[in-house]
């Protein structure tokens, strides 16, 4: 048996952001197994408790699964006894200064990307392996950060089948989610993205879409995501662009299926979920024809040039003024989603860490499953707002309030699902106890 610890890093819970996605995706997948096999046990924590030395003894493998960008793991899980980490794109290694907002940003950071840089050559032997999601990926780390190839696996994401899948009617699901946001019912295009305007070309999208509709485009565009001010300032001078913010992954799904398509013409992508998700809902993709776009979504969107108003224009015209393409390209696309799934990618990274694990220990399944969760828990209170009230009775061995808590709240709040689906059965089972350990 072995015991995997995972090391969870950007933020908290608050921040619904792809890493932090793929985190969770895959931690509830992990517990998935590890209750059907009891093969292994699995535990989260922060990627800032390995720093305090006696984390990673408990642990026969340390995970890091969404390292984003070029930044070295830590220095203090470098001597963890089987370090596997994955990697999230290196979009500021590969184009530098067009993936930063201002050119003070990219001269405050390119000194820093050159520190981590020298890291990578210098210690990348202490490193197991790399998990990349597309060869497109794996390419760039080994041609920017000089990883050899035998430690790098190509484990694309998935996608939860179960929530993002075409809608029973798209016209009552477009109807019902523009009515919730006032927005007027007309057709509309999606687009979905974090706070790097830069990479995510945001500015070039609004003046494709600009273009669009001075020659006959009769869509909204509605963008979800945080952006910065100035991407807010220049929606409003455009009639039609809708800005949503943040929105929960419920009302993710109904924008999704109610759109014609997704616009997301990015300078780099390491992956692109949110491509993914739309395809899965039947929803065609208009993205960018370089680096993992093509490769994830193949026949299942239209390409373009990034850099090229007109040709992101053309397209957009295109899907638009084109049923029978639109068709096309969701038939192609939701066969192309079946390709993805978490369960899968969860499954083949179990066999990774197990193929690169020395130990051959044998361990109290019981034991450890009891450690792991208590662990967890600590670890989901220290992310969460409200949950931090509660880790100082934790601290002190006293869970009945926190369990209480848990009953009631758990399942309803989604950023912290699929951490504790996996133990529910434990926390129902130890509820009432005031004397558990925390290791």
Known sequence: MMRINMAIDYGSFANATSLNLVARKLFFEFGKLMNSTKDFTIAATLLADNALGDVNQHYDCLNVPNMGGYRFPLDSVLNSKNLVIGIVGIDEVVLGCQVYKTESDWKKNKPIIEKELKKWNKNIDQIKAIHVSSNSEKSQLQEYLNVPDEKLFVIPYGVDHEKFKPPISKQETRDKILKKYLIPQKPYFIHVSESNWARKNIIRLFEAYKKAKSLGLNYNLLVV???DLIIHKKAKSITGIRMLGFV???????????????????LHEGFGLPMLESISCGTPVITSNIFSPPEIIKDGGLFVDPYNIEEISKSMLELANNKSLQDELSKNGLKRSNDFSWEITA??????????SETD???????YFEKSAKRTIITICQLHPELKYYLNDIVQFDFSTFFEYIEEKKFSDPMIHDYLLPFEKWIKENQNSTSLKVN
């Open 225 to 227: 995501g945080k952006n």
């Open 347 to 356: 499954q083949n990274l179990i066999k990774l860490f197990q193929t690169t």
């Open 248 to 266: 929960s992954e419920d009302d993710l799904v109904e924008l999704i299926q109610g759109s014609d398509g997704l616009v997301n013409p990015s």
């Open 361 to 367: 220990y044998d361990y109290d399944y019981d034991e």
